[in-house]
């Protein structure tokens, strides 16, 4: 005949079938002498729910950790009821039959008080019984849309954690259409011993139907609370959604000027059907600087460096100013590179979604045979569309001036900048899975001898993890640029296209591969090209938690014509690197080797923070 439990709500979800059995223990005053020996025997268990009984018990864990006195193994084999019984109902054995001795003593008859003072072996016997299976698996009342977890259904084993997962959703499809205080009223677990099934009703209070009401605030210090709340963008009088409540806290944080941000919905809703909100913040310190070198044998050494202010004028407005020193000691360069730049963000500008930037920069390249000096003004707008969509477009005024051993040639521009990102990666710099696909659109207008026409780029990679405990990573990469509508030489220098290098084909000299722009009887001045196209594949393998080792294979292309026509040549490279974890991105070191092409110039090294894409 099966027998009848009802289960509290708090006691299911919260505090756990185990803890229900838990009994309150007192700790004997005599002289504690240790544990010589601790049997665990589980008739009829196969190995996977061995392991799991033994990783439950708090006897094996104090004989493991060394904690054999009398007082703690006492303690433990009392708890221990419990923690067994939770662990076969977790893998659906509702059967089970406990026996915990000491020294010969059912552990659960002898009183608190009475505890030996002297411990010498703890038996642990665990029956498991037949597996159950559910009969019955429901739920009720249903909201539309909720999706149940496959593991509860009819016929499937009766774990004790479908049942837990199954009332969570149901509890969270009736938040997501507006009930924001739907909960389980009751749940009703007919287990039947004979036939081995359980049969699972929960029941479902949806609760009314909701809207947002206000936003009260605190925690902040500096920030303006009007800035905070159009950063935030609480939707009040909207119908309550758990996902705007994310969208909300995401945007905050994305501002960067915030250590925390707390969401917390009021008890009770208000008489007109509305549920306010509590918002407590806690800000970040207002700067913050950060500094990084890369350095490769062909390369020489590139050091960079930032300074961080957070909340520039009381509203998350970020002003960043960056500098970095290129290629110091690279083969065959005369002089460093440099770049320098000041910029300033505004969230919430001029809607919740979006950010106006502002931002100066100015940089001298040193390219094969040309010396490169810019300086440019942007003005632009970021809008995000969700957790992965990023589009920005701005104006950008840039003059250049590219010196020659034969002469120079003068830039100058206005192009109008257009950017799609979507970013699915589960990190940045060190994907396991996931895509990433950026495309760049930049139409510009020269003046004087500067053509006019627009660069086009497509960067895609793609990120596949495989093998025990996914190991072993699988990355790609494919990089097309052309610029159209000017001529090779009327194109500004930075609109233009190199390969070779870390960013591009390792194993190959940096930006080694151009097209001539100009010929004398002795001199022949290289440049970049007007297409390119590039692929990259890695092999990344964890040899240990912090050590990893790859595979690598680059190839390029560069041509002196739009849309990859006209003179061209392709080179590529090969080689192998250890990855050191961090934490917060690997430390990369690769050794390339040219592998065809018309510049290699032998082996290169490669030193970095972050993998190479």
């Known amino acids: 005949m099966g027998s009848v439990v009802r289960l509290v709500q708090s006691g299911l979800r919260k505090t756990g079938w ?15 002498y240790a544990l010589d020996r601790f049997v665990l025997t589980t008739p009829g268990a196969d190995k996977d729910l061995t392991d799991r009984l033994r990783a439950a018990s708090l006897v094996a864990d104090a004989e493991r950790s060394g904690q054999t006195d009398s007082q703690s193994v006492f303690a433990a084999a009392r708890a221990d009821y419990a923690r067994l019984i939770g662990a076969l109902y977790t893998e659906g054995f509702y059967s089970g039959v406990i026996r915990i001795r000491i020294d010969g003593r059912e552990a659960a008859e002898i009183p608190p008080l009475d505890a030996p003072s ?17 009969s019955k698996a429901r739920m009720k009342p249903y909201a539309k849309g909720t999706k149940l977890p496959p593991a509860y259904g009819d016929t499937k084993i009766a774990r004790s954690g479908a049942i837990v997962d199954a009332a969570d959703a149901g509890v969270e499809g009736w938040r997501n259409i507006g009930h924001a205080k739907a909960e389980v009223a009751d749940q009703i677990i007919v ?52 996902k705007t409540l994310d969208k909300v806290a995401t945007r905050l944080r994305r501002t960067g000027a ?29 700067r913050r ?28 407005e970020r002003l960043r100013v960056d500098g970095a020193l290129e290629r110091i000691g690279g083969q065959d360069i005369d002089g460093v590179g440099y770049e320098v730049g000041v910029r300033i963000d ?13 931002e100066v920069r100015a940089a001298r390249a040193e390219i094969v045979d040309l010396t490169v000096d810019g300086l440019e003004f942007n003005f632009g707008l970021t809008r995000q569309f969700g957790d992965h969509i990023t589009a920005e477009a701005g104006i950008s005024y840039i003059t250049a001036t590219a010196k020659f051993a034969t002469g120079s040639i003068d830039y100058e521009l206005v192009a109008l900048p257009l950017s799609l990102t979507w970013d699915n990666r589960d990190k940045p710099l060190d994907a396991r899975k996931g895509y990433y696909l950026d495309a760049d659109v930049t139409p510009f207008y020269g003046f004087g001898t500067t053509g006019s026409g627009g660069q086009i ?29 000017s001529s090779l030489g009327q194109t500004p220098p930075d609109y233009l296209f190199w390969s070779g290098g870390g960013g ?37 393998a964890n040899i240990t938690e912090k050590i990893g080792a790859v595979a690598f294979y680059d190839a390029g292309f560069v041509s002196d014509e739009e849309l990859f026509g006209g003179n061209g040549e392709w080179h590529s490279g090969a080689g192998l690197g250890l990855r050191y974890n961090t934490g917060i991105g690997p430390i990369r070191f690769d050794v390339g080797m040219p592998v065809s092409g018309s510049t290699n110039d032998g082996v290169q090294l490669y030193v970095g923070i972050g993998q190479a894409f």
């Open 504 to 540: 591009t084909v390792r194993g190959q000299p940096y930006q080694s591969l151009g097209v001539p722009l100009a010929r004398t009887a002795t001199i022949t001045v290289e440049t970049g090209g007007l297409s390119f196209a590039g692929f990259s594949g890695e092999l990344r």
């Open 118 to 134: 002297t411990i010498s072996k703890v038996e642990i016997s665990v029956t498991p019984g037949p597996r159950f299976t559910f």
């Open 18 to 32: 185990a803890a229900l059995l838990c009994p309150f223990l007192a700790l004997p005053l005599e002289p504690a």
């Open 289 to 316: 600087f950060g500094f990084g070198a890369e350095v490769s044998n062909s390369e020489g050494l590139s050091l960079s460096g930032y300074w961080l202010h957070r909340d520039l004028f009381g509203g998350a």
């Open 191 to 242: 287990a039947d011993h004979r036939n081995a099934t359980l049969s699972s009703e929960i029941l479902l209070d949806p609760g009314p139907r909701l809207r947002f009401g206000q936003l009260s605030m605190s925690g902040y210090q500096r920030m303006k609370p009007t800035r905070i709340a159009k950063i935030a963008g609480f939707p009040t009088g909207e119908v309550f959604d758990p």
């Open 457 to 485: 780029k497509a960067d895609a990679r793609a990120y596949r993890a495989f093998g025990a405990d996914d190991r072993i990573v699988l990355a790609g990469r494919l990089h097309l640029g052309t610029v159209i509508g």
């Open 258 to 286: 915030f250590r925390s941000v707390a969401l917390t919905e009021a008890e009770q809703p208000n008489p007109d059907g509305t549920l306010d909100i509590d918002l407590v913040v806690s800000e970040e310190k207002l």
């Open 346 to 358: 505004r969230p919430a500008t001029p809607v919740t979604d979006a950010s106006a930037f502002v």
